[in-house]
C-alpha cells in the first residue's frame, strides 16, 4: 500500500498493534490478531478489524454491515479452540467517514448486543476529526472494553507510533480472585485426601 492510500495511516496502525493484514482493498482493510489475555481470565480473543473508508455513515450502512461482517470474520479468523471455552471472538469495525449522522453516533456509542463469547463492536470518526465509538462500558464482557477502545481509538485517530497496549484492571482483579479460589480448593482437596 502506497502512503497516499486513503487508510495507509490505519495500516500501519495495525501493523503496530501486531495485526496481520488479510485484505486491503482502495476502501477497506481486514486484519486478524489472536491474543492471549492472562490478565483476563486466561483467555485467547480472536480479533478480526475491519476499517472501512465511506463517504456518508448511516444507520442503513452500519446495520447492513453487521452480518456480512460476522460471517467474514468466522471465516477470516478462525480459532483452533471452540468459542466459550477460553476463547472469544472480537468483531471491531472503524469508519472513517466525511459524515457520520446522528442515529449512525448514537449506534457507535451504546451498548452492543449480548452475545456469547462474541463482540461485534462499531466505532466511527468524521472528516473533522471527531470520534464516535461506545461510552458506557456493558456488564458483559466489561474486562475487555478497554482493550476494545484502545485499538479503535488507534485505527480512529492513528498515531503511528507503537506503544503498550493496557491492561484491563478489572480483569486483573477477576484473574487474581480466580487463581487464588482454584489454589484455595487445591489445599482444601489435598487436605481432605490426605
Excluded at 450502512?61 to 478462525?78: F, H, I, P, R, S
Excluded at 449522522?101 to 463482540?119: N, V
Excluded at 456493558?138 to 482493550?147: A, D, E, M, R
Aim: aromatic share 12%.
Amino acid at each position: 500500500m502506497t502512503a497516499d492510500h486513503p487508510l495507509s495511516a490505519q495500516q500501519q496502525e495495525l501493523s503496530c498493534l501486531d495485526f496481520r493484514i488479510l485484505e486491503v482493498t482502495p476502501d477497506s482493510i481486514i486484519a486478524a490478531r489472536r491474543t492471549f489475555n492472562w490478565e483476563c481470565l486466561l483467555t485467547w480473543v480472536n480479533y478480526t478489524v475491519f476499517v472501512r473508508r465511506v463517504p456518508l455513515l448511516n444507520a442503513q450502512v452500519m446495520e447492513a454491515d453487521q452480518q456480512t461482517l460476522m460471517q467474514k470474520a468466522q471465516q477470516a479468523n478462525q480459532s483452533p479452540l471452540p468459542r466459550g471455552f477460553q476463547s472469544g471472538n472480537a468483531v471491531l469495525v472503524a469508519y472513517i467517514a466525511d459524515q457520520v449522522d446522528l442515529e449512525a453516533r448514537q449506534l457507535c456509542q451504546r451498548k452492543t448486543k449480548i452475545r456469547f463469547a462474541q463482540f461485534y463492536v462499531p466505532a466511527a470518526s468524521d472528516q473533522d476529526g471527531q470520534a464516535y465509538l461506545i461510552t458506557k462500558t456493558p456488564l458483559w464482557g466489561f474486562i475487555y472494553y478497554v482493550k476494545f477502545r484502545y485499538i479503535l481509538n488507534r485505527l480512529l485517530k492513528p498515531i503511528g507510533t507503537p506503544n503498550q497496549e493496557p491492561r484491563s484492571t478489572a480483569g486483573l482483579i477477576l484473574t487474581g480472585v480466580f487463581v487464588l479460589y482454584m489454589l484455595f480448593l487445591v489445599v482444601i482437596l489435598a487436605t481432605i485426601f490426605n
